[in-house]
Structure formats: C-alpha cells, structure tokens
C-alpha cells in the first residue's frame, strides 16, 4: 500500500507569509502526527490529530495550526512566518503500539 | 523539547565492525522505538520495544531497554556502508487518547568500507 505522502517537498516563503504543508496518511491510518525537525531544536512534536479532532500539541505558538478532513488528508499551516520556521516539516502515520510510517517531508525555507 | 539524550554524537565505524548506540530519556514511556534518517530525509521506523519488555531482535539489529536506569541501547551487528545515517530513539508516552513521540538527539553513524 502507498505510504505516507507529503506535499511540496520543498517551498521557499518571505517572512510575513503564510503557508499550507499537506499530507496523506497510509490507506485506512486515521491518525496523523506532525514533526519539526531543525538542527538546532532537533524532532519536536506539533499536533496528533485523529478522526478530525486534535488529540494532543505540543510546544509551538498560535501561529502554528492543523487540522484533519474526513478522509484523514491533514493539513497544518503556519502564519506571519519568521526565520526560525525554516524547518524540515515531517507528517506521521500509524502509531502507538506498531511504530509510525512517516513522510518524506516538507523542507521550508523562509527568507 | 526533547525527552532523550544519545551517545555518542558522531560513530565511525568500519564495515563488519559493530554499531552500538545508547540513549537515556526522563519519564514513563509505553515503549521506545528506533528509526533511522538518511540526509534530512524522512524517518524510517527500525523497531519498537514496550515498556514491559527488555530485549528485542529484528535482523541485525538488537535492542534492549532499561526501565529502571530509563536507558535503551541499539546494536547493530555486520555494519554495511549503507547503513550509514542518522539513528533517533524516541519515547512513546501516552495520556488518555492522547501520544505523541519524544525524540532523542541522535546518533551520526558512518560506516566506510
């Protein structure tokens, strides 16, 4: 079955900006996880979002926001984008007791 | 914020050679899980032990993990060059409905023929 799927895989923004990251699930996974990823904070957990609800966050400002349609597609969007956001965005499927089949990752460079 | 510290940072190894890694982390988990990043892309999940658990294998790979010291070690035996890449060890801790992975910082790993 296809993978996790991520789009773009790359995308260059103007601080200020906003911008959307999609990603697709495995066929038939109903939970979604977002991750940052930068080389000075490491793997940070953003959002779960399972079934359309938003399960857990983690640490970030109100400028980053998600959500989940019905066919478990998520989205999550960053607003007035700044320097520090320039991050590899990586989406994640599955999980708890199996491990998580992840994205190949959005790179977003803000400038 | 992340859970896990890992050591070493950086291991060169030579192919053949054994690869072990070692990664402490803070709070209760239900499990601890291993992936594997090659050059900023995305993860791959390697292999996962519960918490109630203290030694698994998958292939080359063997893990143990410590619930006592919260500590969790991967051994990879027979290194080949292509395992070379970035190892996480990251902590499943769940609330509720709620989980969400804690990752360490990662071990560099370079295996030259």
């Known amino acids: 079955k296809a993978g996790v799927t991520q789009t773009p895989r790359y995308l260059i923004k103007t601080r200020g900006q906003q911008v959307t990251l999609s990603c697709s699930p495995i066929?038939?996974?109903?939970?979604v996880s977002w991750y940052q990823q930068t080389p000075g904070q490491g793997l940070q957990f953003l959002f779960e979002?399972?079934?359309?609800?938003?399960?857990n966050k983690g640490n970030f400002p109100g400028r980053f926001s998600g959500r989940q349609f019905s066919n478990s597609r998520s989205e999550m969007n960053v607003s007035t984008l700044e320097l520090g956001d320039s991050a590899l965005y990586l989406c994640?499927?599955?999980?708890?007791?199996?491990?998580?089949?992840f994205g190949s990752g959005t790179r977003l460079t803000v400038v | 914020s992340q859970q896990g510290e890992e050591d070493p940072q950086a291991l060169s190894i030579q192919e053949g050679e054994n690869a072990t890694m070692n990664c402490s982390y803070k709070t209760s988990i239900n499990n601890l899980q291993w992936y594997r990043q090659n050059s900023g892309r995305g993860l791959v999940h390697l292999i996962l032990?519960?918490?109630?658990?203290r030694e698994k294998h998958s292939g080359r790979l063997r893990v143990t993990l410590d619930t006592s010291k919260k500590s969790s070690s991967l051994l990879i035996t027979a290194s080949r060059a292509a395992d070379t890449a970035s190892y996480f060890c990251?902590?499943?801790?769940?609330?509720?409905?709620?989980?969400?992975?804690?990752f360490g910082t990662g071990t560099r790993l370079q295996v030259t023929l």
């Open positions: 032990i519960r918490s109630n658990e």
């Open positions: 066929s038939g996974h109903r939970s």
């Open positions: 979002y399972f079934s359309e609800t938003q399960r």
């Open positions: 990251a902590t499943l801790a769940k609330a509720g409905t709620a989980s969400k992975l804690t």
């Open positions: 994640a499927s599955g999980g708890f007791d199996y491990g998580y089949t």
